[in-house]
């Protein structure tokens, strides 16, 4: 294992356990938070003024809390590492609002390498407009590398080579 790819596997690691951080600390807290409001806002609906405050600020802890959530989505994605890089993709391209055909090898890979992957389709799919009517990720196993095939109907086909060995 060259020095490279092992300090690529520290960073992805540390991606991972911040995005866990994130998830079981502040985004924790701020659900619990948003719970409690709820339990106020009901206890206040005689007094409609106290209601609809507490309801403003509960709907603006729901945003907060979404913000976050996508923030740590974008240190690490959970649904990744949860359920792999295809439900992963499929995720991402239903948040691009655009329909995205994607092909991914049924087995598992590393986490750096998954993650490598994950980000720079994530970074592909960024660059669509929002004419783009369609796009397409297809992801084949090529000896030790991963070959990644990312296009549209408005960009052409890149490839990308992961290492994933």
Known sequence: ???????????????????????????????ALALRLGVCRHRAEHDARVHDCL??????????????????????PPVLATAGLAVALEALAERKGI????????????????????FEVAERLAEL??????????IQRNGAELVVAIGSDEHDTSLVRIPCE
């Open 1 to 31: 294992m060259t020095v490279q790819r092992e300090s690529d596997r520290v960073g992805w690691a540390r991606r991972k356990s911040l995005e866990q951080q994130l998830h079981d600390g502040p985004a924790l807290r701020l659900a």
């Open 55 to 76: 309801t403003g600020v509960q709907d603006e802890l729901h945003e907060v809390l979404e913000e976050l959530r996508e923030l740590a989505g974008q240190i690490y």
């Open 99 to 118: 329909p995205v055909a994607i092909r991914v090898p049924a087995q598992r890979f590393d986490a750096e390498v998954e993650a490598a992957v994950y």
């Open 129 to 138: 407009s929002a004419e783009a009517a369609c796009a397409e990720v297809s």
